[in-house]
């Protein structure tokens, strides 16, 4: 599987083929398969259930590579439910765990959470429970804020464990520990006190999606010692992915979309923001669709009420921003359409943004000649021994890169900010954004030296900042007005490009320190680049010319460079 170079240097042991974890002849196997007939319903055993099942009840901790829907709850619901004490599960959203404790709870499995927008009379009882001698949770499900900031719940699972009642502890979507992954959430850092405080206790992490930086990452931040890795192809032939232009009347494609292909059936449409979330579902109620929205404006009730209707088929489509959907147990989902990217290029001029204006992806089952199977090749995809799901998987790891407001900080960018606008006043204001980046930047290029501006006092002065970084402000400073473009025809190449010009009353209150710029900072990654970071995370011939197969859908907004830099 080319998806997951082994390890290096990390502490791990290949699990997949090891028939030892397969054995029938643990002295628990009886009592796994009854109950996974008599309380699961299941008849069987998906791949690599029982083998992981195995190992982390022979106390080994556990990392799990298995995709969506594999069936990755059962691998510690059920050693939960047969081993004495109580499974602690660590996982990213309240939406997540509600949804796994109403299942928990119709199988008639005592559980729990604890979550930080609880009344504090209901976290009281919960911990007094745990507390009590006759615990009767079998599992308790927490979120990482509530591990790293709660040192009620810290002290309680000391208790627990030292009567030896801490069973085991899960971390669940478990590449959230690591700023490699597509969805990095800082407290799932903080888990790796857990295996420091209670060192015997086995750990187990679940996640779906992981290249092997992620997964050193896991191992590392979480502190296993001679971890257990199993993993599992991704191949899913069942599963197929279209990219689709977005026009004017998206709504009206998607509308149509769904009637001809999955009328009342269940779906997700992801939006970027709050208002395109109700705005969506609002239309779409409007064609006839069961639809309810999604996103984190709404309050915790407002959240579970909409989670509610989507379990009993009242709603079929949800309308969502990514707070939405990770690891939602909906086995009927038959697509998911991707409304739209990053809103900072939104009716942009196509000079302005040097990045993916693919807008609209939309997955699903029966897509005809497509963009993309076009680009790839349906023989490819047909044939596709985990290269074509690693890229797909990655475009969408892209997709949510660019989406992702979840874990942002602020950076103050005035200072550069008020240099380019004073640069492109220097340079005389006849170039293009590309060739003020270059000066900015401090390039020695031909063209540069030709025009003299090595010499200006602005050359280089935006050296410590990364390509991506600099385009992001530049492209800020236009869109607000800061900076206009005109467009012209280039005279080297013939084609369009465009010039930058000051506009001088905004320019005005930017340089008196009216104005501030602040930006809001995924850790170091603007997310305007969100293009450039992944071609550079995922440098491989292969992925590239995927990148370039739907980009050439696109031709005259976009560019990629074969060294993957731009
Ligand atoms: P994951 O967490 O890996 O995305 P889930 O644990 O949510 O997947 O399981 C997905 C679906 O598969 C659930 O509906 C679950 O009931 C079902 N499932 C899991 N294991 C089995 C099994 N051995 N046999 C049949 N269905 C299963
Ligand atoms: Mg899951």
Redesign the pocket.
Known sequence: EPYIPSFVGVNYIEGSNDPKWSSTNFPWTKKLEAN?KKV???????PN?REVINATMSGYDVFVL?????????TYQLPALICPGVTLVISPLVSLIQDQIM?LLQANIPAAYLSANMEWTEQQEILRELCSDYCKYKLLYVTPEKVAKSDVLLRNLESLNGRGLLARIVI?EAHCVSQWGHDFRPDYKELGILKKKFEKTPVLA?T?TATASVKEDVVQALGLVDCIVFRQSFNRPNLWYSVIPKTKKCLEDIDKFIKENHFDECGIIYCLSRMDCEKVAEKLQECGHKTAFYHGNMDAAQRSCVQRQWSKDEVNIICATVAFGM?I?K?DVRFVIHHSLPKSIEGLPSGVCDYIRVKHMIIQGQAEQSPWTAGCGRNNMKNSDGILEKNTENLLRMVSYSENDVDCRQKDVTESAKQLVELVKLTGQHFSSSHILEVYRGSLSQFVKRHRHESLSLHGAGKHLAKGEASRILRHLVIEDFLAEDVKKSDIYGSVSSVLKVNESKAYNLRSGEQRIVFKHTLSLGKANAKEIFLQRNSDEAVRNLVESVLCWFPSSVKVSKQGKT
């Open positions: 996974n699961f319903g299941n008849h069987s055993f998906r259930q298995m995709p969506t829907g594999g069936g990755k709850s059962l299942h669940d679940l779906a690891g147990n086995p």
